[in-house]
């Protein structure tokens, strides 16, 4: 079963616009990964948060996590049409570094 | 600077036929290295992964097996495909340790007919 579940499925904006996605999980983890994945291609990460932070910035990316509801969500602040992608949640809970994903958020940006 | 190539990008096979997928790793010594498959649509799977060379470790059952003959090369395998062996294969490596990022081959598109 899935670790993480992403919220929504997909989503649709206008370039400019920001996209939020959610991230929940079920058990307690060491990190959270967000990663991105262009269509036909392989995973790219993005951000990585431990267990310990609530908050974390790279470019226009903002992660938030919160270990008390077991959610973590991806904000990309001012989109652009080639943010366009799935972007996969994924949480380290066990050691070797394994990774269990979600379902992912396809993300469409308009120009 | 790192590298990871997985080869073939797309493969079509009849069903019985057997299968190899080769990843190999460049830039790095002693990489954990991970495949997963990935259905139209859906999140990563974990098949198999491996912390050093012979060392592989199944996370499902099915028809496919993977071997590391070598520290930087992760090969995945099967004797005889089955329709539902399609999918999409990626191959990712990670420096060993709790919370290091995994970083992604460019997958393999593989059909059975």
């Known amino acids: 079963s899935q670790q993480g579940e992403e919220d929504p499925q997909a989503l649709s904006i206008q370039e400019g616009e920001n996209a939020t996605m959610n991230c929940s999980y079920k058990t307690s983890i060491n990190n959270l990964q967000w990663y991105r994945q262009n269509s036909g291609r392989g995973l790219v990460h993005l951000i990585l948060i431990r267990s310990n932070e609530r908050e974390k910035h790279s470019g226009r990316l903002r992660v938030t996590l919160d270990t008390s509801k077991k959610s973590s969500s991806l904000l990309i602040t001012a989109s652009r049409a080639a943010d366009t992608a799935s972007y996969f949640c994924?949480?380290?809970?066990?050691?070797?570094?394994?990774?269990?994903f979600g379902g992912g958020t396809r993300v469409l940006v308009k120009p | 600077s790192q590298t990871i190539h997985q080869w073939p990008a797309t493969l079509v096979q009849p069903v019985g036929s057997p299968l190899s997928l080769e990843c190999t790793v460049e830039g790095t010594s002693n990489p954990n290295l991970y495949w997963y498959r990935q259905a139209a649509g859906r999140g990563l799977q974990l098949l198999f992964y491996?912390?050093?060379?012979?060392?592989i470790s199944s996370e499902v059952p099915q028809n496919l097996s993977a071997s590391r003959p070598q520290d930087r090369q992760f090969i995945l395998s099967s004797k005889k495909l089955l329709l539902s062996d399609s999918g999409f294969y990626l191959c990712?490596?990670?420096?060993?340790?709790?919370?290091?990022?995994?970083?992604f081959g460019d997958g393999t598109r593989l059909s059975i007919l």
């Open positions: 491996s912390v050093g060379i012979g060392q």
């Open positions: 994924a949480t380290d809970k066990a050691a070797g570094n394994k990774l269990t």
């Open positions: 990712a490596w990670t420096e060993g340790g709790a919370g290091q990022p995994q970083h």
